[in-house]
């Protein structure tokens, strides 16, 4: 079963830093490409990061380039959010999700972990 | 980046009636070479990750009622539950996942029972 566990989040003040991760299972973690989605309390959900399954390709949302990295670990299946200069309008849940490629994948997003809360205040 | 942009932004529905819930992009996701739209829908209920209910526009995904359904195809699409019930109070979200990322999301559409 695949399941993809999000954590790391918590309270942060503006300006400040902190990485989410993304624990994975159920699947060959090395070969799928992995992406960051978050939704602002009661608000849509924004896809903002991407990272390709050898990490050779990342994307970034306009709203968060050059703040946010996107990194992964094969050996431990795991990805990473690394998040700075971190701003109230970052203050969400995010979550991270999985496809079997960079283009046209053979399916979307089937897989949701409950999420990691980001909390951005002073 | 391909605009998704869901009408209406929420609906009122009678018990057993039927909603139906449209999703234009801004510009084609359709495949040619293997003739698929790819596009998705979720469903996200209060205090939960969004759920697939479809995919490839028309697929719907394991264990999902057949009273959902997707059609449409290149920049026109629709989800519509044919006889809603009490449990698909719910959020509605397409998504387009074309080409390279980003694979973005529609703005939702609510669902609420009249």
């Known amino acids: 079963e695949v399941q993809l566990v999000e954590s790391g989040g918590g309270l942060v003040q503006p300006g400040g830093s902190l990485r989410l991760s993304c624990s994975a299972s159920?699947?060959?973690?090395?070969?799928?490409?992995m992406h960051w989605v978050r939704q602002a309390p009661g608000k849509g959900l924004e896809y903002i990061s991407a990272i390709s399954s050898n990490g050779d390709k990342t994307y970034y949302a306009e709203s968060v380039k050059g703040r946010f990295s996107i990194s992964r670990d094969n050996s431990k299946n795991t990805l990473y959010l690394q998040m700075s200069s971190l701003r109230a309008e970052d203050t969400a849940v995010y979550y991270c999700?999985?496809?079997?490629?960079?283009?046209?994948?053979?399916?979307?997003?089937?897989?949701w972990g409950q999420g990691t809360m980001l909390t951005v205040s002073s | 980046d391909i605009v998704m942009t869901q009408s209406p932004d929420s609906l009122a529905v009678s018990l057993g009636e039927r909603a139906t819930i449209n999703c234009k992009s801004r510009?084609?996701?359709?495949?040619?070479?293997?003739?698929?739209?790819?596009v998705a829908w979720y469903q996200q209920k209060p205090g939960q990750p969004p759920k697939l209910l479809i995919y490839?526009?028309?697929t719907r995904e394991s264990g999902v009622p057949d009273r959902f359904s997707g059609s449409g195809s290149g920049t026109n699409f629709t989800l519509t539950i044919s006889s809603l019930q009490a449990e698909d109070v719910a959020v509605y979200y397409c998504?387009?996942?074309?080409?390279?990322?980003?694979?973005?999301f529609g703005q939702g559409t609510k669902v609420e029972i009249k």
């Open positions: 510009q084609s996701v359709l495949y040619i070479p293997d003739n698929k739209n790819y």
């Open positions: 998504q387009q996942y074309y080409s390279s990322p980003p694979w973005t």
């Open positions: 159920g699947f060959t973690f090395s070969s799928y490409v």
């Open positions: 999700l999985h496809s079997d490629s960079w283009f046209y994948p053979r399916i979307a997003f089937d897989v």
């Open positions: 490839w526009a028309s």
